[in-house]
């Protein structure tokens, strides 16, 4: 029988029951001022003596008395006869009251000369002008930033009581292997408690990553015990789900109290709390943005709670650039790219899912829609909490479309100047969409070189729109398969297609037609795959016989090839908005001879990689 959730509650009851478990923590720890910096004040700081302690001079040159000087004019130059010489932050000697720097005189015989007046206290920084002994410097509860440590030493304090917490996180599962080793078929890079520790680490949280612990319930034990025994917090990184090799609940169970076991989030719903010997031990889901998720709004929200430092983004309000469904009852987290299109910010969103972690990467922000509602209407404005900068919106680009390799390298190219590429996947028809709806910088279509393809998919949605068309890349596709093709025999093999309205899947539609095949009579032509790739994985592993890919992924794999045509990857920009500094740079990059180096290069490097893996 499977095992199922212990149970499902909404999220600001979860948020809500783990406070009331989990009161604030009133611990603390000394530590030396350098290594201050992060860490949440556990009391006001104050300074130990007045800056400056005396009158000094701000500039070099001469401590005067004003009075003596009150003759000098431009054409009755004056004689500083009783001055002493002095430097920046010298002390002012006794009876004199101001500085004329050194710039504003001149020498004749040994005496210096001026020709204005000093005001009193001209040039003098007074006793306690930056802080006096015994003022406040940082209140408690501030999280210490780089540039407070150099005041903080100036006013004397060299060492800062901080709120200390300490969290144990523990990797698990036998199919992880640590950072540096190349993963194998079927294994997966430790990367969640990375992620966890710098995370949690800035908020001022003291953090231990623990080995990897394999899929055995009395490792995970025994692991589990010695971190509750060293820390204030614990958190189990996968296990926690109900699959049959996760044991974080059957352990934890085991050990103390599970508080709840399942959240109405997406993603992240597998989330665990329990308590350990009065501890909070949280498992956390192994998908990577499943547990980003559980780390920013929960196991953030308790360590704020605690008093430590969260980390907030700026909120802006912008315009959802299409309709997004949600399933009632659940608060969904989705990563989008926020980029400003003619004087409009708009939101796209990202595919979701917790295990496509470059949606993260490539996005700027994120969208909440709550529980209590089914979904978000197509231009409606939205909250979004920006992970980058405010600053950064306004040099985004975005182009929304079919994410083509090529345009990773011109997003470089494009960086260079100044300039943030966000390519936002989608089909080639929500691109055209886009477009028409002006909620994006650019969009990447990759069609068939041939006329009624650009006719039925672009001109026929943007009848009235002035485009200009910059290519980006070509590829040649074809049919890839572990043998010599037989037109013949091509019932008896099995294939893997590409989705509807791709490149790939429009030319072996049309060879099949020259063929005057009957696609109801291919075994696996209605077996979709998203990516390429996977169809030179189906066809090397003998999933399949044939599919389509790209010529040079079927040459690195090693399987036949039966060309159909080529694919152009080109970027489509509305004439209107080329003038945009932003836009213009964009066509400039996709049109300049660096830009078409590096996909020499990059195809270089490829070929080299797969021979290098081939040998």
């Given at each position: 029988m499977p095992r199922r959730y212990l149970n499902l509650i909404p999220l600001p009851d979860a948020l809500a029951v783990m406070r009331r478990a989990f009161p604030p923590l009133d611990r603390t720890e000394t530590v030396p001022l350098r290594l201050a910096v992060g860490r949440v004040t556990a009391e006001p700081l104050y300074a130990e003596y007045s800056v400056p302690q005396a009158d000094i001079a701000m500039f070099d040159g001469y401590a005067v008395r004003s009075e003596d000087t009150l003759q000098a004019q431009d054409q009755r130059p004056l004689p500083l006869e009783n001055c002493a010489p002095i430097n920046t932050g010298e002390v002012l000697p006794p009876s004199f009251d101001a500085v004329v720097m050194i710039e504003d005189t001149w020498n004749e015989d040994g005496i210096p000369w001026i020709r204005k007046s000093a005001a009193p206290w001209q040039h003098v920084r007074h006793a306690g002008e930056d802080i006096r002994a015994g003022e406040l410097v940082l209140p408690k509860g501030h999280q210490v930033r780089p540039f407070d440590i150099g005041a903080l030493a100036t006013y004397g304090i060299t060492q800062v009581k901080v709120r200390s917490v300490r969290v144990g996180i523990i990797p698990t599962g036998s199919d992880l292997v640590p950072l540096g080793v190349a993963p194998a078929p079927g294994q997966t890079v430790e990367t969640n408690t990375l992620m966890a520790e710098a995370y949690l680490t800035r908020m001022g949280a003291t953090c231990r990553r623990y080995r990897i612990v394999p899929d055995d319930p009395d490792l995970i034990r025994s692991a589990l015990e010695e971190a509750v025994a060293e820390n204030d917090l614990v958190i189990l990184s996968a296990g926690s789900s109900a699959g049959s090799r996760d044991y974080s609940s059957d352990v934890v169970g085991a050990l103390g109290e599970i508080i709840f076991h399942?959240?109405?989030?997406?993603?992240?719903?597998?989330?665990?709390?329990?308590?350990?010997?009065?501890?909070?031990?949280?498992?956390?889901?192994?998908?990577?943005?499943?547990?980003?998720?559980?780390?920013?709004?929960?196991?953030?929200?308790?360590?704020?709670?605690?008093?430590?430092?969260?980390?907030?983004?700026?909120?802006?309000?912008?315009?959802?650039?299409?309709?997004?469904?949600?399933?009632?009852?659940?608060?969904?987290?989705?990563?989008?790219?926020?980029?400003?299109?003619?004087?409009?910010?708009?939101?796209?969103?990202?595919?979701?899912?917790?295990?496509?972690?470059?949606?993260?990467?490539?996005?700027?922000?994120?969208?909440?829609?709550?529980?209590?509602?089914?979904?978000?209407?197509?231009?409606?404005?939205?909250?979004?909490?920006?992970?980058?900068?405010?600053?950064?919106?306004?040099?985004?680009?975005?182009?929304?479309?079919?994410?083509?390799?090529?345009?990773?390298?011109?997003?470089?190219?494009?960086?260079?100047?100044?300039?943030?590429?966000?390519?936002?996947?989608?089909?080639?028809?929500?691109?055209?969409?886009?477009?028409?709806?002006?909620?994006?910088?650019?969009?990447?279509?990759?069609?068939?070189?041939?006329?009624?393809?650009?006719?039925?998919?672009?001109?026929?949605?943007?009848?009235?729109?002035?485009?200009?068309?910059?290519?980006?890349?070509?590829?040649?596709?074809?049919?890839?398969?572990?043998?010599?093709?037989?037109?013949?025999?091509?019932?008896?093999?099995?294939?893997?297609?590409?989705?509807?309205?791709?490149?790939?899947?429009?030319?072996?539609?049309?060879?099949?037609?020259?063929?005057?095949?009957?696609?109801?009579?291919?075994?696996?032509?209605?077996?979709?795959?998203?990516?390429?790739?996977?169809?030179?994985?189906?066809?090397?592993?003998?999933?399949?016989?044939?599919?389509?890919?790209?010529?040079?992924?079927?040459?690195?794999?090693?399987?036949?090839?039966?060309?159909?045509?080529?694919?152009?990857?080109?970027?489509?920009?509305?004439?209107?908005?080329?003038?945009?500094?932003?836009?213009?740079?964009?066509?400039?990059?996709?049109?300049?001879?660096?830009?078409?180096?590096?996909?020499?290069?990059?195809?270089?490097?490829?070929?080299?990689?797969?021979?290098?893996?081939?040998?």
């Amino acid at each position: 029988m499977p095992r199922r959730y212990l149970n499902l509650i909404p999220l600001p009851d979860a948020l809500a029951v783990m406070r009331r478990a989990f009161p604030p923590l009133d611990r603390t720890e000394t530590v030396p001022l350098r290594l201050a910096v992060g860490r949440v004040t556990a009391e006001p700081l104050y300074a130990e003596y007045s800056v400056p302690q005396a009158d000094i001079a701000m500039f070099d040159g001469y401590a005067v008395r004003s009075e003596d000087t009150l003759q000098a004019q431009d054409q009755r130059p004056l004689p500083l006869e009783n001055c002493a010489p002095i430097n920046t932050g010298e002390v002012l000697p006794p009876s004199f009251d101001a500085v004329v720097m050194i710039e504003d005189t001149w020498n004749e015989d040994g005496i210096p000369w001026i020709r204005k007046s000093a005001a009193p206290w001209q040039h003098v920084r007074h006793a306690g002008e930056d802080i006096r002994a015994g003022e406040l410097v940082l209140p408690k509860g501030h999280q210490v930033r780089p540039f407070d440590i150099g005041a903080l030493a100036t006013y004397g304090i060299t060492q800062v009581k901080v709120r200390s917490v300490r969290v144990g996180i523990i990797p698990t599962g036998s199919d992880l292997v640590p950072l540096g080793v190349a993963p194998a078929p079927g294994q997966t890079v430790e990367t969640n408690t990375l992620m966890a520790e710098a995370y949690l680490t800035r908020m001022g949280a003291t953090c231990r990553r623990y080995r990897i612990v394999p899929d055995d319930p009395d490792l995970i034990r025994s692991a589990l015990e010695e971190a509750v025994a060293e820390n204030d917090l614990v958190i189990l990184s996968a296990g926690s789900s109900a699959g049959s090799r996760d044991y974080s609940s059957d352990v934890v169970g085991a050990l103390g109290e599970i508080i709840f076991h399942g959240i109405a989030v997406r993603p992240g719903k597998p989330v665990l709390l329990a308590r350990v010997d009065d501890k909070p031990v949280l498992g956390m889901p192994g998908y990577p943005v499943a547990a980003q998720t559980v780390l920013r709004e929960i196991v953030g929200d308790l360590l704020a709670w605690w008093g430590l430092s969260p980390v907030r983004g700026e909120e802006l309000r912008v315009r959802l650039s299409r309709k997004l469904a949600s399933d009632l009852g659940f608060d969904e987290f989705i990563p989008v790219s926020v980029g400003q299109v003619d004087g409009t910010c708009w939101a796209t969103p990202h595919p979701r899912g917790g295990g496509i972690q470059m949606t993260v990467v490539r996005a700027n922000g994120y969208l909440h829609i709550p529980a209590g509602r089914e979904g978000i209407e197509a231009g409606e404005e939205v909250r979004v909490r920006l992970t980058v900068p405010l600053e950064r919106i306004a040099r985004t680009l975005i182009c929304t479309g079919v994410r083509h390799p090529a345009l990773n390298e011109l997003g470089n190219c494009l960086s260079e100047a100044g300039y943030l590429l966000h390519c936002c996947n989608a089909s080639t028809m929500r691109a055209v969409l886009a477009i028409r709806a002006k909620t994006c910088h650019a969009a990447s279509i990759c069609i068939p070189e041939t006329g009624a393809a650009w006719n039925d998919l672009v001109l026929r949605y943007l009848p009235e729109v002035d485009l200009l068309r910059v290519p980006v890349a070509r590829t040649e596709l074809g049919i890839a398969a572990a043998s010599d093709l037989d037109t013949d025999s091509l019932e008896s093999l099995r294939f893997v297609n590409r989705p509807k309205g791709s490149a790939a899947r429009i030319l072996f539609d049309m060879w099949l037609e020259e063929q005057e095949i009957d696609t109801a009579r291919l075994t696996g032509y209605e077996h979709e795959v998203r990516t390429p790739e996977a169809v030179v994985t189906a066809v090397g592993n003998g999933f399949a016989d044939a599919g389509v890919c790209p010529a040079a992924m079927a040459r690195d794999a090693g399987l036949r090839f039966t060309p159909l045509g080529y694919e152009s990857c080109d970027l489509l920009i509305r004439e209107e908005c080329a003038e945009d500094e932003g836009v213009a740079s964009l066509i400039r990059a996709a049109r300049s001879p660096e830009f078409k180096e590096r996909l020499q290069s990059l195809e270089r490097f490829r070929a080299d990689r797969a021979g290098r893996t081939g040998a």
